[in-house]
């Protein structure tokens, strides 16, 4: 398996289940907000947007 392989279970995985996915990169961002201390919210927000806006198949 080479990383194209990968690359392509990956993108198979997050296309079959964009809800799962931007909920974990909701969680991730707020577990980050916590351990900042709320000092990035803004840029924090931001980067998880622009994460869901990639995911295939999403409504974000």
Known sequence: MDLGDIAGKAKDLISGNP????????????LVD?????????????AADKLKDMIPGSEA
């Open 19 to 30: 809800d799962k996915v931007e909920e974990g990169i909701d969680k991730a961002a707020e």
């Open 34 to 46: 916590d351990k900042t201390g709320g000092k990035f919210t803004d840029q924090i927000d931001g």
